[in-house]
């Protein structure tokens, strides 16, 4: 783990192992522990602190909007895309324990896998130095993401339903078509039909195809 990495992290952890932690994913961890000294559960936690912190920040930023638009910002700030830009920012997929066979199969640069770990950071944080430490991390590497648009965004999938439903279309169906790839490294194929067309997304979970299907729907009118 370069010094680098620690240095933009802005914390000096005094349980350097909740950062090694942070920084396991599962198949580097020990089956007869029970993969407990991966990251999982601290993602568990960081998810949590996330949106937390985040949710205090937008109510503090955008005083003057409502709850609904509020949570459209929130949903793509503490979405796998962003979490995975901001890790890739800090220079975490470096820092991550895979192992080498893994780490051949390009593991490490997986958007799902950084997010994961950006979260478990967030996590160790958290632990080790309390919310304000959490909250300072997250204020200075979410700022321009923040700043990025001053509308509240929207998901491809809500675009669709909007389309749909604004031309009396109903709403959209989605199903799986196939889920592929070990278990630490699925690929789910979805398809959408709507206004009796159908396209195909896929991703490295159900939502992010579904949201790929949508955008391939959107992409083709």
Known sequence: MSNGFKARIGHSFANAALLDQAMTHRSAA??????????????????????????????????????????????????????????????LPAALRIPPAEGRTGLRGRMTVVADATEALIGALYLDGGLQVARDFIRREWTGHMDADPTPPMSAKSRLQEYTLGRGEGLPEYRLVSTTGPSHMPVFVVAVRAAGREAEGSGESKR??????????????
């Open 208 to 221: 992010a195809a579904e949201q790929a299907a949508a955008e391939a729907w959107l992409a083709a009118i």
């Open 30 to 91: 020990d089956p007869r522990r029970d993969m407990l000294d991966s990251n999982e559960r601290l993602e568990f936690l960081g998810d949590r602190v996330l949106a937390l912190v985040m949710a205090e920040w937008l109510s503090d930023r955008f005083p003057q909007e409502r709850e609904g638009a509020l949570g459209k910002r929130l949903a793509v700030l503490v979405a796998a895309e962003t979490l995975a830009k901001v890790g890739e920012a800090i220079g």
